[in-house]
């Protein structure tokens, strides 16, 4: 069933600034008939007898004056975004000019859309779920090729089809199990258990594929963060740079010049990997420099991956000691700088890392770097055309609520306990389903979701 709502919505969907066209879309019942009160086209034909998905060249015209030269498309209500009737108007691209028509059109009817209420209108008229809508949330904020194939993914429904075949499989054991609560006197012969222990523990195993792709779409969707970590002057600023291939950070021969945490992206493989330069780690009695010290440790505590780097042409000392100890239970890459010089540095210390040889300053090793870090980064598993990756955390906490729900589910059936038990169980675990695609989500939380979007989509 459509979802018509009372009133028409209007937002310019382009980025607002000078640019060389801006769309501002119109959407809602009456909309062809508000455009067509504005504008003019150059053949005298009106929109309205226009056909579904096309273009018409005019002029947006208000009290008798021309105010641009547009283009307006026109979408029918049910085969358009919204499953609304929809226009838009592409106009110059101009900060005036779109105000002035964005003003024209609120006063000849239309109301300033919401964030997020053209997506909202098309979840609400059933177009998308929500899972859908939230994939374009993160194609908006995709940075790299990699991120936007993952959201497409979701977008087409991947996510949202494998999540409704679980919660398939839930239902079918309810409505089994329903059937024995109304028919008190057959009881649930031994077979009939085993047949929902094993439901069950295929739903339990396809909701841990996917809570098991979780850290990896995690990584896609906000990136990686790596820090770069070692004692003052041992190249982690020239790193960063050669990584960059920029002049991003300060590099000078003078031990602390890196105060402060240095941020920047970068791409590898398709993930967004967010490289941060930290202060020299070393014992100091300078306020400042110790600040930066006890920060770059803090955010080393934090990274996903951390650059450790040695001088191998200076004999390993206390602070190198203490630094090999704090990395020993984390995801680390040794990074054995100055190669071009003669090694003083003890090597066996390292025998049980993950160590790459490399001279930052001749520019050598860096592509074992890059392709360690991808290693680290890349699950082979996850690599196939038809994978979908759970990049959102809302969706992994309610797999793993759905989760615990089935684990408890085969419980009460392993032990044989009432199917009414069964079913409070794995009711649980279809309502939390149920939220990941909005099909039993509050109206608060699907506010919440759609408030994070841009105005205009």
Same mark, same amino acid.
């Given at each position: 069933?459509?979802?018509?709502?009372?009133?028409?919505?209007?937002?310019?969907?382009?980025?607002?600034?000078?640019?060389?066209?801006?769309?501002?879309?119109?959407?809602?019942?009456?909309?062809?008939?508000?455009?067509?009160?504005?504008?003019?086209?150059?053949?005298?034909?009106?929109?309205?007898?226009?056909?579904?998905?096309?273009?018409?060249?005019?002029?947006?015209?208000?009290?008798?004056?021309?105010?641009?030269?547009?283009?307006?498309?026109?979408?029918?209500?049910?085969?358009?975004?919204?499953?609304?009737?929809?226009?838009?108007?592409?106009?110059?691209?101009?900060?005036?000019?779109?105000?002035?028509?964005?003003?024209?059109?609120?006063?000849?009817?239309?109301?300033?859309?919401?964030?997020?209420?053209?997506?909202?209108?098309?979840?609400?008229?059933?177009?998308?779920?929500?899972?859908?809508?939230?994939?374009?949330?993160?194609?908006?904020?995709?940075?790299?090729?990699?991120?936007?194939?993952?959201?497409?993914?979701?977008?087409?429904?991947?996510?949202?089809?494998?999540?409704?075949? *679980?919660?398939?499989?839930? $239902?079918? %054991?309810?409505?089994?199990?329903? #059937?024995? @609560?109304?028919?008190?006197? &057959?009881?649930? !012969?031994?077979?009939?258990?085993?047949?929902?222990?094993?439901?069950?523990?295929?739903?339990?195993?396809?909701?841990?594929?996917?809570?098991?792709?979780?850290?990896?779409?995690?990584?896609?969707?906000?990136?990686?963060?790596?820090?770069?970590?070692?004692?003052?002057?041992?190249?982690?600023?020239?790193?960063?740079?050669?990584?960059?291939?920029?002049?991003?950070?300060?590099?000078?021969?003078?031990?602390?010049?890196?105060?402060?945490?240095?941020?920047?992206? *970068?791409?590898?493989?398709? $993930?967004? %990997?967010?490289?941060?330069?930290? #202060?020299? @780690?070393?014992?100091?009695? &300078?306020?400042? !420099?110790?600040?930066?010290?006890?920060?770059?440790?803090?955010?080393?505590?934090?990274?996903?991956?951390?650059?450790?780097?040695?001088?191998?042409?200076?004999?390993?000392?206390?602070?190198?000691?203490?630094?090999?100890?704090?990395?020993?239970?984390?995801?680390?890459?040794?990074?054995?700088?100055?190669?071009?010089?003669?090694?003083?540095?003890?090597?066996?210390?390292?025998?049980?890392?993950?160590?790459?040889?490399?001279?930052?300053?001749?520019?050598?090793? *860096?592509?074992?770097?890059?392709?360690? %870090?991808?290693?680290?980064?890349?699950?082979?598993?996850?690599?196939?055309? &038809?994978?979908?990756?759970?990049?959102?955390?809302?969706?992994?906490?309610?797999?793993?609520?759905?989760?615990?729900?089935?684990?408890?589910?085969?419980?009460?059936?392993?032990?044989?306990?009432?199917?009414?038990?069964?079913?409070?169980?794995?009711?649980?675990?279809?309502?939390?389903?149920?939220?990941?695609?909005?099909?039993?989500?509050?109206?608060?939380?699907?506010?919440?979701?759609?408030?994070?979007?841009?105005?205009?989509?």
């Amino acid at each position: 069933m459509i979802y018509y709502t009372d009133d028409i919505i209007a937002a310019q969907a382009t980025p607002v600034g000078m640019g060389g066209i801006s769309i501002i879309r119109i959407s809602g019942k009456g909309s062809i008939d508000l455009v067509d009160s504005i504008f003019i086209s150059k053949s005298g034909v009106k929109i309205a007898q226009k056909p579904t998905y096309t273009m018409t060249y005019g002029n947006i015209v208000y009290n008798n004056a021309v105010i641009d030269e547009v283009i307006v498309s026109v979408m029918r209500a049910p085969n358009s975004y919204t499953c609304e009737d929809v226009v838009e108007i592409n106009c110059h691209g101009g900060i005036a000019a779109v105000k002035k028509i964005m003003d024209i059109v609120v006063l000849s009817g239309a109301r300033v859309a919401d964030a997020g209420e053209f997506t909202k209108r098309a979840f609400l008229n059933g177009r998308i779920d929500i899972t859908q809508a939230e994939a374009v949330i993160d194609i908006i904020n995709s940075k790299t090729e990699r991120t936007v194939k993952n959201a497409l993914k979701q977008l087409s429904g991947g996510l949202s089809d494998k999540v409704k075949n *679980i919660r398939n499989i839930l $239902i079918d %054991i309810v409505a089994a199990t329903d #059937a024995a @609560i109304d028919y008190p006197d &057959d009881e649930i !012969e031994e077979q009939n258990y085993s047949q929902i222990e094993f439901n069950l523990n295929k739903a339990l195993k396809d909701v841990e594929e996917l809570i098991n792709t979780a850290e990896m779409g995690k990584m896609l969707q906000y990136g990686v963060n790596v820090v770069i970590l070692g004692k003052p002057n041992v190249g982690k600023s020239s790193l960063l740079n050669l990584l960059l291939k920029e002049e991003r950070a300060i590099v000078t021969d003078i031990p602390g010049t890196t105060r402060d945490t240095v941020e920047e992206f *970068i791409n590898i493989a398709g $993930i967004p %990997i967010k490289i941060m330069d930290t #202060a020299g @780690i070393r014992d100091t009695k &300078d306020t400042v !420099e110790k600040i930066g010290v006890d920060k770059a440790i803090k955010t080393a505590n934090d990274a996903d991956i951390i650059l450790f780097l040695i001088d191998t042409s200076k004999p390993l000392d206390n602070d190198d000691l203490k630094l090999i100890d704090f990395v020993n239970d984390k995801k680390v890459i040794v990074i054995l700088n100055k190669i071009d010089l003669e090694c003083k540095a003890n090597l066996s210390l390292f025998c049980n890392f993950n160590t790459v040889s490399m001279s930052i300053k001749e520019n050598k090793g *860096i592509d074992s770097l890059l392709n360690a %870090i991808e290693n680290i980064i890349i699950d082979s598993s996850l690599e196939s055309d &038809d994978s979908v990756m759970v990049s959102n955390i809302r969706h992994k906490n309610l797999l793993l609520s759905s989760k615990n729900a089935i684990e408890k589910a085969l419980y009460t059936t392993k032990t044989h306990m009432p199917e009414d038990f069964v079913a409070i169980d794995i009711k649980e675990a279809i309502s939390f389903l149920g939220d990941i695609t909005g099909e039993s989500l509050k109206d608060d939380i699907i506010n919440r979701i759609f408030e994070k979007f841009c105005v205009g989509k």
